[in-house]
């Protein structure tokens, strides 16, 4: 890999993604609408064009070429017909941000719990559909009618000091000036990947051979009810979890257990971290 094409390189862990190729060397393309920044100065090109609109897309594009792209930006079919069309005969390999949401819930999920490949496909907007589907109907997009390998990483929730959905930082805000915090299923666990393994395990993926989805989480998970306790040792004030009133935000407010196997992923040779090793001072960073 040498060059790379990025949709969704200037925040959180495509940022991430980002440096990890830069430190490769590989020559890295950020497509942008240019309304936000990024850190990254002088050592990458970028392409302005609207992601979602594909003559956006094949105008800036034209007579380009590159080894892979990486797509953080695809939540529905239409958003994959978009990039196939587009990039059909200039790109080597494509690597799509998928996500524990094409499961329901249970524990550890295998990825052959979802099938991309023999989904019904229909061609919808991601505002047509439910989060979930959308991202299934992309994965079955691609594995159903690109013309280039695809890889299609599913990840849990990310986590990391640049998260702007802040939903983690929710919580830590909710015990810290005690405020009750609400789970249907206290029990329920949880995995995550932290923001800068996300990025490393893309641009990891996009060297192997590998073509199909792969599941990429931290070893390990964590209760709903451990993960407020932790939360209470570290902000120093004793979290109030209540089952009942279900009228407070909740983002982690899960029915059951919902995690994924990453059997998959390492058997081709990631490592991925454990938990332990980075939610407690990330917790604390954030109190």
């Known amino acids: 890999m040498k060059t790379a094409l990025v949709f969704g390189g200037t925040r959180f862990f495509g940022v991430n993604l980002v440096q990890s190729l830069l430190d490769k060397g590989v020559q890295v393309t950020i497509a942008t609408r240019q309304n ?5 100065e002088d050592t990458v090109e970028r392409l302005k064009l609207d992601r979602f609109d594909e003559a956006s897309v094949k105008n800036a594009v034209e007579g380009r070429e590159w080894d892979v792209v990486f797509d953080q930006l695809c939540f529905s079919s239409k958003d994959a017909k978009v990039a196939t069309d587009a990039l059909e005969g200039k790109i080597k390999r494509y690597i799509f941000t998928s996500t524990l ?5 249970g524990q550890e999920m295998p990825e052959e719990l979802f099938d991309p ?3 019904n496909l229909k061609m919808v907007t991601k505002e047509e559909v439910t989060y979930q589907e959308g991202k299934r109907q992309a994965e079955a997009y691609f594995f159903q009618h690109a013309s280039f390998p695809v890889v299609a990483m599913r990840i849990p ?5 640049e998260d702007y959905t802040e939903r983690l930082l929710h919580y830590v805000t909710s ?3 005690g405020k009750a915090v609400y789970f249907p299923n206290p029990n329920a666990e949880m995995g995550f990947i932290y923001q800068s393994e996300a990025g490393d395990f893309l641009s990891w993926i996009a060297e192997t051979d590998f073509t199909g989805p792969v599941n990429a989480c931290a070893d390990g998970s964590i209760s709903m009810r451990d993960l407020m306790n932790l939360i209470s040792e570290k902000v120093g004030n004793e979290a109030t979890i209540t089952t009942e009133n279900n009228e407070l935000l909740s983002p982690y407010g ?7 196997s990453n059997d998959k992923a390492t058997k081709i ?3 991925f971290s454990h938990l332990n090793e980075w939610l407690p001072g990330l917790v604390a960073k954030l109190g």
């Not at 936000?36 to 990254?40: L, N, V």
């Open 36 to 40: 936000s920044t990024d850190p990254f």
């Open 101 to 105: 949401s094409v499961y329901d819930q």
């Open 117 to 119: 490949f023999t989904y």
């Open 157 to 161: 929730i990310v986590l990391g000091e």
């Open 175 to 177: 015990v810290k000036e």
């Open 254 to 260: 899960i029915e059951e257990t919902w995690t994924m």
């Open 269 to 271: 040779g990631y490592s």
